[in-house]
């Protein structure tokens, strides 16, 4: 039989999940910052593998923010340092960046530790495949969408315009990875909402045929979003963010559907019948 927990306790629990969260966050930010991925080159000259060697100068950060610039960036537009400490607030903020991204697995395990209480007992199995699961790969999924789709057309499409001016175009280290991670970061939650919509209807708070009669004004939502989150009036890019945000409602209501159909559909047992 559940004991009820009182709402310190639930406080207490949240703090340390919260903790927990944190610091699996602080040490992989810390590790990004003070580590570089060196190559382990063979006799042919191809590279082995790599290794982590410590070089603050040249950590896993600034590595991985040589290598965004050179694939997102057109070859035109050269990153510029204007004030000192920007290239190292540039590179901390990347590093935070990876350290959310490396821990979502712990980030998950916690929130849906805290929140499962608040389902039957029959929606918690196989919460790992069903929710845990889905939650990391969408998740790394909006943020890849975001750096080989849309962030690539959008810099690609503003930069058009200072070339159609003829001048030339510097863009500042901090303003990149600010207008980087915005996207990062935002795919990365967007993404996230068939999970959401599968979470909100496992506690039963709302009917599960809420997703499909409010359609209509979900769409008209994730394109004022859209518009919100893209920097410029075109309405292209604004449908980069849309067109993948109303596909994702759309996956998310036939998950609930189908999920809550197979439950209605289970026969009941001798004791469920009792």
Known sequence: MAVEMTIREHLEELRGRIFRML??????????MTLS????????????FFYPYPDIFHNFSIQVTSQMSKAILPPEVSLIQTAPGQAFFAQLYVSVLIGLIGSIPIIVRESYGFISPAFKKQTKRRATINVLLPTISLFI???AFAYFVTIPLTIDFLYKYGLS?????????????????????????????PIIMYVISLTEFIEPKFWRKNFRYAIIV???????????????TM???AGPMIALYFMGMLAVERKFRSITQIPAGPRDSA
Do not use: H, R
């Open 165 to 193: 001016m003829g001048v030339a175009t510097f863009l500042n280290i901090s303003d990149f990875i600010s207008f980087v991670l915005q996207f990062f970061l935002g795919f990365g939650i967007a993404f996230e909402l």
């Open 239 to 241: 449908w980069l963010v």
């Open 141 to 143: 999924s909006g943020i």
């Open 37 to 48: 991925a060196k190559p382990l080159y063979s006799k042919n000259g191809t590279v082995i």
């Open 222 to 236: 994730l394109v004022v979003i859209g518009a919100l989150i893209t920097p410029d009036g075109s309405g292209v």
């Open 23 to 32: 610091l699996a966050v602080i040490i992989i930010t810390i590790l990004c």
